[in-house]
């Protein structure tokens, strides 16, 4: 779980063995106001896969990605997505 000052992310994974860990379905769920991150719909074809962790920060959050790629959703006067 991670927040921002007025909105909270979280990514869900499905448990499994150390066999499967790759396959993990994982989604991503965010909730509070949407101009601080509570709404991730201007970013989320970016984050349907691949997130392995989201970090809050003072306007939104930024999603570290498995391929090395970080995503930034929230407020737009802090590189948001417009």
Do not use: N, Y
């Not at 909730?31 to 306007?59: C, I, K, N, Y």
């Amino acid at each position: 779980l991670s927040c921002s000052p007025r909105a909270f992310a979280a990514v869900v994974r499905r448990r499994g063995d150390a066999a499967d860990d790759a396959d993990r379905d994982c989604g991503l769920i965010c909730w509070g106001h949407p101009e601080f991150g509570g709404d991730m719909s201007p970013a989320e074809p970016q984050l349907r896969h691949g997130v392995e962790e989201v970090f809050g920060t003072q306007s939104g959050f930024a999603a570290l990605k498995a391929d090395g790629t970080v995503v930034f959703w929230g407020h737009s006067d802090a590189c948001g997505p417009e």
